[in-house]
């Protein structure tokens, strides 16, 4: 037998390794899937407003009249 071609009894053949690790669910309230998914917004929405402000040369205030 080749040890490549065989599964442990708790791994199906479908699954590879990378899908094993432990996901968090979604569900509401504060839960660490909800954390997860807040925080990658967040780094999305700084990533925009720094692009915001090296395409107009303004800041986020300026650009939205309040000064």
Do not use: C, K
């Not at 996901?23 to 999305?44: H, K, S």
Request: aromatic fraction near 18%; avoid cysteine; charged fraction near 15%.
């Amino acid at each position: 037998m080749n040890p490549e071609t065989t599964s442990s009894p708790e791994q199906s053949p479908t699954e590879t390794p990378a899908e094993n690790y432990n996901q968090p669910e979604p569900a509401f309230g504060w839960t660490p899937y909800a954390e997860q998914i807040n925080g990658r917004f967040a780094m999305v929405g700084f990533v925009a407003l720094l692009v915001l402000e090296f395409f107009t040369h303004q800041d986020f205030f300026t650009w939205l009249g309040w000064r």
